[in-house]
């Protein structure tokens, strides 16, 4: 019981230069130290995490030249398609308008084996294509377009060799391996951002909670992609009859800060929808992939806040202080008859 008394941080002076123990004194202070412990180690937690403040903006408010152009990653694969007669182009209300674009475009030549074929031909090598169509071959294509932020579209077509469609159409109209030429297609991938800014925001707002920012995340991190597969099964190609396939993705903008560095990092999250138009026998119109996107009006800002510390040392002061001048006025009520 001694040993309990001598730790009393609230003893009474009896007369000058002399303190009374109590019993009630010492609890009291071992249970304030345990809870300064508890609140100061919170305290000290809470400053080193960092702190991520989610915000709904207008998007014309943050209309800088980081964000007048966006990147955009396309992996597709054309079951019917050879790639030398693949157009891939762009089109936005700016009045651009460019056609069979192959710079940071790649496309691959596949067997029907799934072998990589190196050699390429021209699309107006006929009997060449026309093999290609006979050996059902099919084409990759790995896109990284760098887009104005203006609505528009990406589409693949035969627009660019329209004459050639028309000679193969011409030649082969009762034989068959006209009708293997269409847009059948896979999309695997359609991303907005590059590997390492990714990385970047992950590393930087990976341990928020919030919903927005995790399915931003998830979006990313997801290799599985539920896009549709359009290819035409039918064992008897002679059957297959030609569509045009569009999406429509609505962008929306979303902005990462980091007041430590004062860094911003410009990029979107997209929703999307689709539909497929079967052409008819005798329709002049040639099949079509179509891409479009919009944006949306709102823009979401994800914010790293940075700390202070002497706020955060101000704090501590204020849990020591608050602390002890609380518990040392209750310690003096239940003592006062002692």
């Known amino acids: 019981m001694r040993a309990i008394k001598s730790f009393d941080l609230f003893q009474k002076i009896i007369v000058e230069s002399e303190y009374k123990s109590s019993f009630i004194g010492s609890i009291f202070s071992i249970f304030v130290i345990l809870l300064l412990i508890f609140l100061i180690t919170k305290e000290t937690i809470l400053y ?3 702190l991520i403040v989610k915000d709904s903006i207008v998007q014309n408010k943050y209309n800088t030249n980081q964000a007048s152009h966006f990147k955009f990653h396309l992996k597709v694969k054309f079951y019917d398609a050879p790639c030398t007669i693949i157009s891939l182009d762009l089109e936005n209300l700016l009045g651009t308008h460019k056609m069979n674009l192959r710079e940071n475009v790649k496309f691959f030549r596949y067997s029907n084996k799934n072998e990589l074929i190196k050699d390429d031909f021209s699309p107006y090598q006929l009997n060449l294509l026309e093999e290609s169509l006979r050996n059902q071959e099919y084409c990759f294509v790995d896109a990284h377009l760098d887009l104005h932020r203006s609505i528009g579209d990406v589409h693949f077509s035969f627009h660019k060799f329209r ?3 028309e000679e193969i159409k011409t030649r082969n109209d009762n034989k068959g391996i006209f009708r293997r030429l269409n ?3 896979k999309i695997s991938i359609i991303s907005l951002l590059d590997d390492q800014l ?4 992950k590393d ?3 341990s928020s909670n919030s919903p927005d920012l995790i399915e931003f995340l998830n979006k990313y991190d997801n290799k599985e992609y539920n896009f549709p597969n359009f290819y035409k099964e039918q064992q008897d190609k002679n059957n297959i009859v030609n569509s045009n396939y569009e999406y429509f993705m609505i962008l929306v903008p979303h902005i990462f800060y980091n007041e430590y560095t004062k860094e911003t990092i410009f990029t979107y999250l ?3 929808t689709y539909k497929e138009k079967e052409l008819k026998q005798d329709d002049e119109e040639m099949p079509l992939l179509l891409i479009n996107y919009d944006f949306s009006p709102i823009t979401m800002k994800f914010t790293l806040v940075k700390k202070s510390f002497l706020h955060f040392l101000t704090n501590i002061c ?5 602390i002890y001048v609380f518990f040392k006025l209750m310690h003096n009520i239940l003592t006062y008859f002692d």
Do not use: C, D, L, Q
């Not at 204020?318 to 608050?322: D, F, R």
């Open 48 to 50: 080193y995490t960092p």
């Open 163 to 165: 004459e050639v469609y």
């Open 183 to 185: 847009m059948s297609h």
């Open 198 to 201: 990714i990385k970047k925001i």
């Open 204 to 206: 930087n707002f990976g």
């Open 270 to 272: 997209y929703s999307m």
């Open 318 to 322: 204020a849990i020591i202080g608050g």
